[in-house]
């Protein structure tokens, strides 16, 4: 009898675990662990300083049409291996900088590198791979982001405490050598046609599957879509996510230290709410999978927002940990809710091309909102203020999706929605 073995496609989602854990992670979740110890040794403004995650995010914006272009004609090998390089050369140089151009600098390489060797790459490779479970996989791929915030925060943190914020870099950058370049060049491939393989859901290797008719989608180009104002509604939706989401992942350790609690406590929190979102991640995919786009909106942003004025009364024990049990949740608003919703609210024909233009609001909300809200707190000397706005805009944000998924609903033809 012919033993069954598994699918590879399950080892490629098993190596982007660990891809997605570290190349994420580490530039990106862990930056504000390196805010306070950086600009307290080198007398910089938190403000000036948080212009690094910007840059990181307006260049990872810039890169994303030419990496999915790149993702198409070349393997991943290059691609993937090549802007992993690119982020150990940013955090290199990181660790050498001593004025705010020089950490300007090297920030723009890691954004160079940040979509090819993260979420955008590992998005499209699970494209390639899977037909059926394709959002199952693609789930658990980006629990990894979690995951690596997980086990990694107190290493990166007893590094910044014992040898100093220098060596911290360095030893991520090492981290990025040693196991996530074996990954990309001898594990991860692009397609299974490479292994002379089929996508998970053709012959024998899917699952039985559903009866079910495909639900009636919307299915109006991106060039229509602009003239119509639910289209602008959801985009500056998707803005707010990325600014508050942003502004909280990037400022919250900083303003934990500043209200009483050690650089330990903080990066056992941060590591806490990185490990919930590990399960988070697979959670909220799956309520909007099973309970549809409402039920999916308001748990992701809806607890986002309430995590953001429990951050105001973050002092005591109690607030601080309710805090990261509710962020842990909430902050998956950020990377599951604009793929899914995008699908839900616009269809599957364009999404390509709308995903596009969500992933350009979504970054540039990121990009501005934590050096605005560094900025206030230089000005005004606490952060408070700022998290109250910023969970004004989540709840803005939570009204304007579920509305524009509704309306958006009501642009199907009636007769083709009959049929269905």
């Known amino acids: 009898m012919k033993k069954k073995?598994?699918?590879?496609g399950w080892w490629i989602v098993a190596a982007s675990v660990v891809v997605l854990g570290l190349t994420w992670t580490l530039p990106v979740s862990f930056f504000g662990l390196f805010i306070k110890p950086v600009t307290t040794d080198l007398g910089f403004d938190r403000a000036g300083f948080s212009v690094c995650s910007t840059i990181v995010a307006l260049t990872a914006v810039f890169m994303s049409p030419f990496v999915g272009r790149w993702m198409s004609k070349y393997s991943s090998r290059l691609i993937m291996g090549c802007s992993v390089l690119f982020i150990i050369v940013g955090f290199l140089g990181y660790s050498i900088s001593t004025s705010l151009p020089m950490f300007y600098i090297f920030a723009f390489c890691i954004g160079l590198g940040?979509?090819?060797?993260?979420?955008?790459?590992v998005s499209i490779i699970m494209k390639n791979w899977f037909i059926e479970k394709r959002g199952l996989a693609t789930s658990i791929a980006l629990a990894g982001t979690g995951l690596g915030g997980f086990l990694l925060s107190p290493v990166v943190n007893m590094l910044i405490l014992d040898y100093g914020w220098r060596i911290a870099y360095r030893g991520m950058a090492g981290i990025l050598v040693v196991i996530v370049l074996p990954l990309v060049i001898f594990i991860i491939k692009k397609s299974p046609e490479e292994m002379g393989l089929e996508p998970y859901g053709t012959g024998q290797q899917a699952d039985t599957g559903s009866s079910k008719a495909k639900p009636a989608e919307l299915e109006i180009p991106l060039a229509q879509l602009k003239g119509k104002s639910i289209?602008?509604?959801y985009m500056i939706c998707i803005a707010f996510v990325g600014f508050a989401g942003g502004a909280v992942l990037f400022q919250a350790p900083a303003y934990l230290v500043d209200i009483g609690h050690t650089p330990t406590v903080v990066?056992?929190?941060?590591?806490?709410?990185l490990g919930i979102a590990t399960f988070g991640k697979i959670l909220l995919g799956n309520v909007f999978d099973v309970k549809g786009a409402t039920a999916g909106v308001l748990l992701g942003c809806g607890l986002m927002a309430v995590c953001t004025i429990v951050l105001v009364f973050a002092q005591s024990s109690m607030m601080l940990w309710l805090f990261v049990a509710l962020h842990g949740i909430g902050t998956c608003c950020g990377t599951v809710t604009p793929p899914v919703l995008t699908s839900k609210t616009f269809g599957s024909k364009y999404y390509?091309?709308?995903y596009g233009m969500t992933n350009l609001f979504l970054q540039f909300g990121m990009a501005v909102g934590a050096p605005l809200v560094a900025t206030y707190y230089d000005r005004m000397g606490s952060y408070v203020g700022a998290w109250y706005v910023c969970a004004f805009m989540m709840v803005l944000a939570v009204a304007g999706l579920i509305y524009t998924n509704i309306a958006a609903r009501r642009l199907i033809p009636k007769n083709k929605a009959c049929a269905e």
């Open 114 to 121: 940040l979509n090819g060797a993260a979420i955008m790459a």
């Open 352 to 354: 390509g091309e709308i």
């Open 267 to 273: 990066a056992n929190a941060v590591a806490m709410y």
């Open 5 to 8: 073995t598994t699918f590879f």
């Open 231 to 233: 289209f602008w509604i």
